[in-house]
């Protein structure tokens, strides 16, 4: 029982690492936007997602049963965005497609909350009766 309910919540766990590990590097692009030289930075959300889940085994060795898994997400491939328009001091921060995704970021980890919560209270209606 214990080890289905883990399965159950790996997924969600999982996706909301990565949606709050994309949002802070999103934070530190708008951050800074007017940094000279600064490259704005990304990751594909589906493919690391993808990758997460495929992972059966961690890189790091648990030796005692006290440790704690790792919940972060090392293996990232952060790529540099591509500005639509180039400016003169370097910065490939563009604040309209960086707030955008920032707000859309936003709105997938709030969803994914969303959607834990209501599996958390259907399984505990179901436990209660």
Request: no cysteine.
């Amino acid at each position: 029982m214990i080890s289905r309910l883990d399965e159950e919540f790996s997924f969600y766990q999982k996706a909301l690492n990565l949606r709050s590990e994309r949002q802070q590097i999103l934070a530190s692009n708008i951050v800074n936007a007017d940094t000279p030289n600064y490259k704005a930075r990304d990751f594909d959300f589906a493919a690391a997602m993808k990758n997460a889940v495929s992972k059966t085994a961690s890189s790091l060795e648990m030796t005692d049963s006290r440790h704690m898994q790792s919940l972060g997400s090392s293996g990232l491939k952060l790529q540099y965005s591509m500005p639509y328009q180039s400016s003169l001091d370097g910065n490939t921060v563009e604040m309209d497609v960086e707030r955008n995704k920032y707000m859309e970021n936003s709105i997938h980890y709030e969803a994914d909350l969303t959607v834990l919560t209501s599996r958390i209270k259907t399984m505990l209606s179901a436990i209660t009766g």
